[in-house]
């Protein structure tokens, strides 16, 4: 049996619980995926409860794991950004599938701000108008 | 003068559906959170300072903090979207002299002795005795979650809990 090679968690904070599903699917794009956990913030959910959902996901992270939230301000995020002072973890909004495949690729690797700076980046470019060139005559 | 443009009671203060949804709907410019603890505490007010848009100023203040500012300047100027985490930081801060005549309930959590009256938004005892007594003195008070959603006025909200806590006697 061939061993898996070291994969750095990879958590989503997403409202409802979207998250999985996203993950669900792009296993159709990348195939079998490791190491990706969802915490849902649930409507009934207070700031309280939500935190202590996350925090016993968090605790048992290994350092320089990723946490992907759906909306900058929201909820998911404000809590994910409580626990940065804490532990050693990086932090990005915003999550689009490209994100999520992006971080799937890189995590063999531990989370850095360069890292997850690509990441970013991966996903702001996956985001265009598509529009058909302007034909000539 | 400040301009108090609306008053929200939401157990998660600056979120997604304050960012997305009534922030637009009305034209402030500064959001006010009234908590005694988090006026205290620098991390969570950094938090909810950046969980704002950037162009919307956040000031956080304790109730006599903000009934103090207030009085002697009416809380400055700017449109104000005013939060508070529960009905009895409100309550506190309409009786040290803010003048709030409308309240949107638009999240408190369920925990023990709260009863769901409207989706998530639950009221225990204590909650209903203040707003029924914030009514009276002719403040609005009305649950509403999302603008795309029904909402429903306070009167409604008591009689359900009401019959739900009586049902569960």
């Not at chain 1, 409507?43 to 992270?61: I, W």
Request: hydrophobic residues 40%.
């Amino acid at each position: 049996m061939v061993e898996r090679p070291k994969t750095y968690e990879i958590l989503l904070l997403t409202h409802g619980g979207w998250g999985m599903t996203l993950k669900e699917k792009l296993t159709m794009i990348i195939g079998k995926i490791h190491g990706v956990s969802e915490v849902a913030l649930e409507p009934s959910d207070t700031t309280e409860t939500f935190l202590q959902k996350v925090k016993e996901k968090v605790t048992k992270m290994p350092a320089d794991s990723l946490i992907l939230t759906d909306i900058a301000g929201g909820t998911t995020s404000n809590i994910a950004l409580t626990f940065s002072k804490d532990y050693q973890i990086n932090i990005l909004s915003g999550l689009n599938s490209m994100m999520l495949m992006e971080a799937i690729m890189r995590q063999n690797q531990p989370f850095t701000t360069e890292s997850v700076a690509q990441i970013r980046e991966a996903a702001l470019l996956s985001c265009q108008h598509l529009q058909l060139p302007d034909l000539k005559n | 003068m400040a301009e108090i443009q609306m008053v929200r009671i939401d157990s998660r203060l600056i979120h997604g559906q304050v960012i997305t949804k009534w922030i637009r709907q009305t034209s402030a410019n500064r959001i006010v959170i009234i908590d005694d603890a988090l006026s205290a505490d620098e991390f969570m007010t950094g938090i909810y300072t950046m969980a704002a848009p950037s162009d919307i100023e956040v000031n956080i203040y304790s109730v006599d903090e903000a009934a103090e500012y207030w009085k002697k300047e009416e809380m400055g100027a700017g449109k104000l979207f005013i939060l508070t985490k529960n009905v009895e930081t409100i309550y506190q801060t309409i009786k040290k002299g803010i003048p709030i005549d409308e309240i949107q309930i638009g999240g408190l959590g369920g925990g023990p002795g709260r009863i769901s009256v409207f989706g998530p938004i639950s009221l225990d005892e204590e909650d209903a005795a203040m707003l029924k007594e914030l009514e009276q003195e002719n403040c609005h008070v009305y649950l509403h979650q999302v603008p795309e959603e029904s909402k429903m006025e306070f009167k409604k909200a008591l009689e359900r809990y009401n019959s739900l806590k009586n049902k569960n006697k």
